[in-house]
C-alpha cells in the first residue's frame, strides 16, 4: 500500500466511488469541489445544494452529538468511497541507486580510471621483446608467470573500489531505513479526538474518516478538511494554505470552511470531516506536485530542460518528499547555525583533504621525476617507441601509489561517523523517552549551557488538586466540610465551575483498584472539577441541564486574557456570565464578593489589597496556584455588546477563591542538580504568581535560599530591559539573564524575549547554547529560537511539537537530562573516532610519501591502504560510534562553541602514536630484512611477486591500528582503556573480525594484496609490536598535557562563522514558524502551494509589467524554507534560491554531497 503512487491511489479511489455512490448522499467529487469554496460562497453552496451542515451530516450518515457509529463494516466502508487519511509516501531510494550514488566519489572515480589503464596494459604486450632493455629493472628480473599477473593489482583495486562503495551504500540504506521508522513512529504519536457512538476517543490521524466528528481546540494542527458544526470563538491561522498571516474567524453561517493542516490560534468546537488524505485541500496540492515516483522521475527530467530559475523553482521538491536520508542533510540546512560539530568537522574534513592533496601531488612528481631522471639522464636511454607502453606502465603505477596516498588522507569514514554515531544514539533516545526529529539537535543538546523550562507539567506532575480555599469570607486550609457552606453559594460555585469549562474536561474513575481517579482534558479544569466532587456535588447533571449547544457566548482562556468565561441565557431571558482565572487578574475586575450568608457585598480596593495580602500570597508562598471563581448577571435587553470584552469582563461578583496544588515530580530535584553539576542554568519560565514560582523553584532546587539570585515577573523585566522608548537594548538583557533563575506571569513574548537575549548575548567568552521546553502554541517562537526545542509529548499541542526539535514523550524534566548525556557521548565518540582515525592518516601518509621518495615504491600497496581504509573509516566508525554514555559525562562542563574538536590531549595521543608507528615501520623497512633473515622487499621491480618483507610491513601496520583502537576509547586522558569494553559487544565483535579477516588476507590474499604468507615466529612479532601501542599508550598518558604548549589544536568554530546565516532572516523566519516546521509530508503540501502562488503571482506581475517586488517577497519566504532542501539540487541553484533569502550564500562546503565533504 505504501509504495503505491498517487494516481494508482487516486483513480483507485475514483473507481470506487463511481462504483458505491449511491450508499451515501454525497460523492467524493462533490465534497471535494465543496471544499475548494470560501467564506461566503461556502455558504451560499451549502444553503442551495444541501441546505445546511446538518443535512450535510444525515447525508453522511452521522450524527453531530453522537457521531459515526464506530463499527469495523462501516468505516471500512468509508475508507473504501472516500479513501484514507494518509498520503502515501514517496519510494525509499533502492539499494542500487545507493550504490550509483556512492560511486560518485572523486577519489573512487580516480582511482577506478586508473586502475582501468593499469589493467588494460597489462594486457597489452607490444611486438618482440625489446621491452628487456627499457626501462631500468631493479632487482632481479622478471619471470613470464609474474608478466602475466600483472593485471591483477588492477582487478584488486576495482575489487576493493566496490567494497567501499558496497559498505557505504549499504550504511546509506540502513540510515534510511531508521528514518522511515522514526517518521513513522512520530505520524503514529498523532492522535486526534473524534466523537465515536456518542464516546470522546482519541485516535491515530490515520484513522479519520469522512463522517467523522471531530473535536478541535486551541493548538491543534487540523488532521483533515471539514465543515465547522458548532463552537466558541474559533480563530484559524491559514497562513500555511493561503499565506496571509491574519488569523480567520470561522462560524457556521459565515465561514464553516476547515482545511487540513491549518492551525487553530484560539477557541474550540465541532467539526464533520468531509475529505481526508488525497483528497482534502492540502492532499490535492501534493498530488499536483505528484509525489508519485514516475511523475516525478519526468518532472526531474523537464526541470532540468528548463533554465536555472525554473528548475530552482521545482528541484528543492525533490528532496523534501525523497527519502529521510536527506532529513540529515534538511536539518542541517535548515538549522545551519545549530550543529556546532557539523560546522567543525567540514572545516576540519577540507583541511585535511587539502594536505592529503598536496602530499599525494608531490608524491607523483617526486616518482616521475626520479624514474625519467634514473632511466634516460643517468643511464642515457632512449626512448624508443615500443617502450612506451612499458614506461606508460611505470607512469600509472606511479599514479595510482598518489591516489592511494590521497585515499588514505581524506577521512571519508568522518561523515559516516557523524551519521552512525547520531543514527544510534536517536535510537537509544527513544528509550529514554526522548523523540527526536533532527538529528543534530541531539549533539546539540550534549553543549547545552542553559535550559529554559517550563513549569506546569514539566517540572512538576501535572495533577492538579484544590487543597485551600476561601469560600464566604472564610479562608480554609484544607477542603471545606459541604454544611459549612451556604446553599446559594454552593449551586453558583457549581454552576461556575461545571458549565464555565471545557465540556472535554471530566473526571472518569480510576483505571486499578485504589488508583487516584484519571484527570482527561484541561488540568486546571479537573483540579476544579475535583473539588466540586470533593464539596460532595456533581458537575454532570448541570452540564446535561446545559449542554454545550445552549452556551451563548465563550470566551476561551488565551494567554492575553488569562481568563475564561462562558454566558448563558437564563430562563427569565437575563443573561449570566460565569469567569475564573488567575486571582489578580480576575479579583481586579470584582466590585463584589459573596458573604457568608450568601448575598453580595461591596468589594473595595482596600478590601482586595487586605485579600491579596491575608489569603492569596499565603496560598502563593505555598507553591499554590490561586484561581479566582466569580459572576456577573446582565439584564435581557438591552443586549449587552457581546464583542467589547473590557465593558463584559467587568463587575464582577467573586464567589470564591482557590488554591490548586501541582506537586513537584518526585525526580526533579535530582535531575536539576545534575544539570547544576555539569555547567548548565536551569531557569523556569512560567505564566503562575511569583510567590507559587518562587516556592516550587526553590523545591525543584533552582534557586537556593542565600544565593545571589533574581525572581522576576514579566511586566518587570519588560521594564528592565526596555529603554525610554520601549525597544529591546541587548546590553540590558545581558545586566539581568545571568543572574535571572525565575521569570513569573511571563508572556510567550517574554519566554522568545529572553531566550533570544541569552542566545545573542556575547556577555560570555562562549556563546550560550539555550534548551527551551513549551507545550503551548504561543511556545512556538521559542521553540525555534532556542538551539534545541523539547516539546511535551503528553500535553504538548501539535504547534508546538511542529516547532520542535525533541519530543519529550514523558513529559519529564529528567529526560531532558538524559538528552544532555547522549549529546555529550555523541560528541566524544566522534573526537574519539577522529583521534584514531588521524593517527592512521599521518601514518599511512607519512610512510607512503617517504618510502615512494626513497625506495620508489610505496611499502604499503594500493589495495592494502584501501583495505587499511576500509576497517579504520568505516568498522571503526562504527565501533567507536556505538559507545553507551556513562553518568560521567555529567561531571564536566560542556564544551562551548569555540571549543576545538582535537584538543591538545588528543593531538597529544595522535602525534605520539605516530612517532610510535612511524619509528617501527621505518626500522622495518630499512633494517627489517637483517631483523629477519629474508629478501629485501625494497627497488622490486614492476611485477616481481610479493616479498616477505613487505607483507610483514603491512601487518605490523594493521596491529598497531587495531590495538590503537583500543587505546582511542579514551580520549580525556583516562588511564584504563578497557574500562566498560564488554558493555559494547559491537566494538568487540569488530576488533575480532577485523584480526581475523587480516590472517585470511596475509596468508591466502597473494598476489591482488600483495602478500607472502608469514610463519608463525613472524606474526608474534607483528602481534608483539602491536600490543606495544597499549604500553606506549599509557606513556603518552604519563606526559602532562600542560608542558606541550607548542601542541595546536584543530577544528575550532571561529567567532566570524559564526554569524549564522539565519540571523539576517531571522524576522522573516519568526513569523512562519508555523509554516517552516511542518511535518515532512505537509512541508511539501505548503511549500507547493506557496510555490504555484508565487509563480501565479510572477506570471501576473510581469503580465502587468508591474515591479516584482511582491512577488519577490512572498518568494523569499519560501526560499526560507527552501534552504533546508536546497542540498539536494546543484550548488549553482543552491545560490539562486538563497541569494533570494539572504544576503549570504551558503559556504559552499555545506551544499552538495554530505559524504564528500573532506574532498576539496
Not at 525523497?322 to 545549530?338: Q, W, Y
Not at 568537522?345 to 608524491?363: D, E, P
Not at 496560598?619 to 467589547?644: H, K, Q
Amino acid at each position: 500500500m505504501g509504495d503505491m503512487t498517487n494516481s494508482d491511489f487516486y483513480s483507485k479511489n475514483q473507481r470506487n466511488e463511481s462504483s458505491h455512490g449511491g450508499e451515501f448522499g454525497c460523492t467524493m467529487e462533490e465534497l471535494r469541489s465543496l471544499m475548494e469554496l470560501r467564506g461566503t460562497e461556502a455558504v451560499v453552496k451549502i444553503k442551495e445544494t444541501y441546505g445546511d451542515t446538518e443535512a450535510i451530516c444525515r447525508r453522511l450518515r452521522t450524527s453531530p452529538v453522537e457521531g459515526l457509529p464506530g463499527t469495523a463494516p462501516d468505516l471500512e466502508k468509508r475508507k473504501q468511497i472516500f479513501g484514507q487519511n494518509f498520503i502515501p509516501p514517496k519510494k525509499p531510494k533502492t539499494f542500487l541507486q545507493l550504490v550509483w550514488e556512492a560511486l560518485q566519489d572523486v577519489t573512487l572515480i580516480i582511482l577506478e580510471i586508473a586502475a582501468i589503464i593499469s589493467l588494460g596494459l597489462s594486457f597489452y604486450h607490444p611486438p618482440g621483446e625489446s621491452n628487456e632493455g627499457c626501462a631500468t629493472a631493479q632487482g632481479g628480473a622478471e619471470d613470464e608467470g609474474e608478466a602475466e599477473a600483472g593485471w591483477i593489482e588492477g582487478a584488486a583495486i576495482l575489487l576493493s573500489v566496490i567494497c567501499v562503495v558496497l559498505v557505504t551504500a549499504f550504511n546509506d540504506w540502513s540510515k534510511e531505513k531508521q528514518f522511515r521508522g522514526l517518521q513513522s513512529r512520530i505520524e503514529q504519536e498523532q492522535k486526534f479526538t473524534v466523537v465515536r457512538a456518542g464516546q470522546v476517543v482519541q485516535i491515530p490521524v490515520a484513522e479519520i474518516v469522512v463522517g467523522d466528528i471531530a473535536q478541535i481546540k486551541y493548538g491543534d494542527l487540523l488532521p483533515a478538511d471539514g465543515l465547522f458544526i458548532q463552537g466558541n470563538d474559533l480563530k484559524i491561522d491559514e497562513s500555511s494554505l493561503t499565506g496571509e498571516s491574519d488569523q480567520v474567524r470561522k462560524s457556521v453561517d459565515k465561514d464553516p470552511m476547515l482545511l487540513s493542516g491549518t492551525h487553530v490560534m484560539e477557541g474550540s468546537g465541532r467539526m464533520v470531516v468531509t475529505a481526508v488524505g488525497v483528497n482534502s485541500q492540502t492532499g490535492i496540492i501534493f498530488t499536483l506536485l505528484g509525489a508519485g515516483g514516475e511523475e516525478e522521475e519526468k518532472k526531474d527530467k523537464k526541470a532540468k530542460q528548463q533554465d536555472g530559475a525554473a528548475a530552482m523553482e521545482m528541484q528543492p521538491l525533490k528532496s523534501a518528499e525523497g527519502g529521510d536520508a536527506d532529513d540529515k542533510k534538511k536539518a542541517n540546512l535548515h538549522k545551519k547555525e545549530k550543529s556546532v560539530l557539523q560546522g567543525k568537522l567540514t572545516k576540519l574534513a577540507v583541511q585535511i583533504g587539502k594536505a592529503g592533496l598536496v602530499m599525494s601531488a608531490i608524491t607523483v612528481i617526486i616518482l616521475v621525476l626520479y624514474f625519467t631522471v634514473d632511466t634516460f639522464v643517468v643511464n642515457k636511454k632512449p626512448w624508443l617507441p615500443e617502450c612506451t607502453p612499458v614506461y606508460v606502465q611505470y607512469f600509472v603505477k606511479f599514479f595510482i601509489i598518489g591516489v592511494t596516498v590521497l585515499v588514505v588522507a581524506v577521512p571519508e569514514g568522518l561523515p559516516l561517523a557523524v551519521t552512525i554515531s547520531l543514527a544510534y544514539s536517536v535510537k537509544k533516545m527513544m528509550k529514554d523517552n526522548n523523540l527526536v526529529r533532527h538529528l543534530d539537535a541531539c549533539e546539540t543538546m550534549g553543549n547545552a549551557t542553559a535550559i529554559c523550562s517550563d513549569k506546569t507539567g514539566t517540572l512538576t506532575t501535572n495533577r492538579m488538586t484544590v487543597v485551600q480555599a476561601y469560600v464566604g469570607d472564610v479562608h480554609y486550609k484544607e477542603i471545606p466540610n459541604p454544611s459549612s457552606i451556604n446553599d446559594k453559594t454552593m449551586e453558583l460555585l457549581v454552576n461556575a465551575i461545571a458549565i464555565n469549562s471545557a465540556y472535554t474536561t471530566k473526571i472518569l474513575p480510576p483505571e486499578k483498584e485504589g488508583a487516584l481517579p484519571r484527570q482527561v482534558g484541561n488540568k486546571t479544569e479537573c483540579g476544579l472539577l475535583g473539588f466540586v466532587l470533593d464539596l460532595k456535588q456533581d458537575y454532570e447533571p448541570v452540564r446535561s441541564q446545559m449542554p454545550e449547544e445552549k452556551l451563548y457566548k465563550v470566551y476561551t482562556f488565551n494567554s492575553v486574557r488569562k481568563s475564561m468565561s462562558t454566558v448563558i441565557k437564563m430562563p427569565d431571558e437575563s443573561f449570566r456570565m460565569y469567569s475564573k482565572g488567575a486571582s489578580e487578574i480576575v479579583l481586579k475586575k470584582c466590585c463584589k464578593i459573596l458573604s457568608e450568608a450568601g448575598e453580595p457585598r461591596i468589594f473595595r480596593p482596600r478590601d482586595r489589597d487586605e485579600m491579596v495580602k491575608k489569603v492569596i500570597e499565603p496560598m502563593a508562598c505555598d507553591g499554590l496556584r490561586t484561581i479566582c471563581v466569580a459572576y456577573r448577571d446582565f439584564p435581557s435587553s438591552p443586549e449587552p455588546d457581546w464583542d467589547n470584552e473590557n465593558d463584559i469582563l467587568n463587575d464582577l461578583t467573586c464567589i470564591c477563591v482557590v488554591g490548586i496544588e501541582d506537586p513537584v515530580r518526585p525526580e526533579v530535584p535530582e535531575a536539576i542538580r545534575k544539570c547544576q553539576r555539569a555547567g548548565i542554568t536551569v531557569r523556569m519560565v512560567t505564566g503562575d504568581n511569583i510567590n507559587t514560582a518562587r516556592a516550587i523553584a526553590i523545591k525543584c532546587g533552582i534557586i537556593h535560599p542565600g544565593e545571589d539570585f533574581l525572581c522576576l515577573e514579566g511586566k518587570e523585566f519588560n521594564r528592565r530591559i526596555r529603554n525610554e522608548k520601549g525597544e529591546i537594548e541587548q546590553e540590558r538583557i545581558d545586566k539581568i539573564w545571568p543572574k535571572l533563575r525565575v521569570l513569573a506571569r511571563s508572556s510567550p513574548t517574554d519566554k522568545h524575549t529572553l531566550v533570544k537575549g541569552i542566545i545573542d548575548s556575547t556577555h560570555t567568552e562562549q556563546r550560550q547554547v539555550v534548551a527551551v521546553t513549551g507545550d503551548g502554541t504561543n511556545d512556538g517562537p521559542a521553540l525555534k529560537k532556542a538551539d534545541v526545542g523539547f516539546a511535551m509529548g503528553i500535553a504538548g499541542t501539535d504547534v508546538a511539537k511542529e516547532a520542535s526539535d525533541i519530543i519529550l514523550t514523558d513529559d519529564n524534566f529528567s529526560s531532558i537530562v538524559k538528552a544532555v548525556m547522549w549529546g555529550r557521548n555523541v560528541y566524544d565518540s566522534i573526537s574519539k573516532f577522529l583521534q584514531f582515525q588521524l593517527t592512521v592518516n599521518v601514518v599511512a601518509v607519512i610512510v607512503a610519501f617517504t618510502g615512494a621518495c626513497i625506495t620508489q615504491d610505496s611499502p604499503l600497496k594500493a589495495v592494502q591502504m584501501l583495505w587499511v581504509n576500509l576497517i579504520m573509516d568505516t568498522f571503526a566508525s562504527l565501533a567507536l560510534a556505538t559507545e553507551p554514555p556513562t553518568e560521567t559525562l555529567l561531571l564536566r562542563k560542556p564544551y562551548g562553541r569555540n571549543k576545538p574538536l582535537i584538543s591538545r590531549t588528543m593531538m597529544k595521543n595522535i602525534l605520539g602514536h605516530a612517532v610510535y608507528q612511524l619509528t617501527l615501520i621505518f626500522t622495518l623497512l630499512f633494517v627489517g630484512e637483517k631483523m629477519f633473515q629474508i629478501d629485501s622487499g625494497r627497488n622490486a621491480p614492476l611485477h616481481s611477486p610479493p616479498s616477505e618483507h613487505y607483507t610483514i610491513i603491512f601487518n605490523t601496520f594493521v596491529m598497531m591500528q587495531l590495538f590503537n583502537e583500543i587505546n582511542a576509547r579514551k580520549i580525556h586522558g583516562e588511564r584504563n582503556v578497557f574500562d566498560g569494553i564488554f558493555r559494547n559487544p559491537i566494538f568487540c565483535t569488530i576488533v575480532l573480525g577485523t584480526f581475523a579477516i587480516q590472517i585470511v588476507i596475509v596468508q591466502f590474499g597473494g598476489k591482488p594484496f600483495s602478500c607472502s604468507p608469514l610463519q608463525l615466529d613472524q606474526w608474534m612479532w607483528c602481534i608483539f609490536i602491536g600490543l606495544g601501542e597499549l604500553v606506549w599508550g599509557q606513556v603518552i598518558a604519563t606526559i602532562p598535557t600542560s608542558r606541550l604548549k607548542f601542541l595546536k589544536e584543530a577544528g575550532r568554530l571561529t567567532q566570524k562563522e559564526e554569524i549564522p546565516e539565519e540571523e539576517l532572516n531571522e524576522d522573516v523566519e519568526e513569523i512562519d514558524h508555523a509554516e517552516r516546521e511542518l511535518r515532512r509530508g505537509q512541508i511539501l503540501w505548503f511549500r507547493g502551494l506557496n510555490r504555484i502562488q508565487t509563480q501565479i503571482e510572477v506570471v501576473n506581475t510581469f503580465k502587468s509589467g508591474a515591479s516584482f517586488q511582491g512577488a519577490l517577497r512572498r518568494q523569499s519566504s519560501v526560499t526560507s524554507q527552501s534552504q533546508d532542501v536546497a542540498s539536494l539540487s546543484s550548488p549553482s541553484r543552491v545560490s539562486l534560491s538563497n541569494a533570494l533569502s539572504s544576503p549570504t550564500s551558503l559556504p559552499p562546503a555545506a551544499a552538495g554531497h554530505p559524504r564528500r565533504e573532506g574532498v576539496p
